[in-house]
């Protein structure tokens, strides 16, 4: 029995990857995306545009009220965001709250993940729409976890001081860590399978058979994200996770420090996002 089966048992109920999702996945490989188009899916939802609407006339935009129908969301938040909000609202929408489980904290570190995925992603030649979508379902394998070990899960994140930690406690502790199971999920989702291998090779992408570029982007932006969520220094912790890893990427510690973004700044939108939900 592997590792990660106890979380995928037959009777389990699995959440379903929503069809919206799907179909945005699906265009990260069309050269030509407008802006109609990601309306339009949004638009079947009304749940979905509900959220959307909510987060278009936040005091972020500074607009508050004057947004009125996804047409107008759409021009306000352009492509890239707005397709980062629909799917970011699909995925907290599809994952079963948890008792227990601080769900804002939780998904304000997806997002976040996300962000810093398709930045590093940007910076290192990656797609970063695939990037900001792997670095947002990264933790989701941690919602199984938590249903099914709610205390050993509870018990990780107790000792989770210190950014980089969480998939080495996991280990200990669990046997496993939430990038396997998240691995697990994505199967039988049937994402593209270099997706699968990336969130495999993320917990330790330099000793992983083949090196995942993914893999290595996932690794450092979840740290940065820990970083933040901690209010640890940006740069420091992700050298003290893995330094190698730095290296091998042909990252500058000190051009790090001057531009990598603010946690506030990947996170503006799960607040309105979760509470939309």
Known sequence: MGATDRFFAPGTALPTMPEV????IDSFEKEKVDLRQIVELAERDQSLSVKILKQANSAH???SGNVTNLRQASVLLGLETLRNLVLSACMIGAFPRTPGFDR???WRHCVATG??????GRKLGFDSDSAYMAGLLLRSGQILMA???PHMVAAVEAECSRPGLRMSVERQKIGC???QVTAELARRWSLPGPLVDAFRHAPDPLHAGQFSLLGAVLNLAATAADAGELSAPKVSPLGEADPELLRHLRLDASWLQTNLPSYESMTYSVDALCSAA
Do not use: D, Q, T
């Open 115 to 120: 962000g810093y995925s398709r930045w590093l």
């Open 147 to 149: 249903m099914e070990l």
């Open 21 to 24: 999702a799907r179909r945005l």
């Open 104 to 106: 804002l904290k939780f």
């Open 61 to 63: 935009y500074g607009v």
């Open 177 to 179: 860590c939430h990038p």
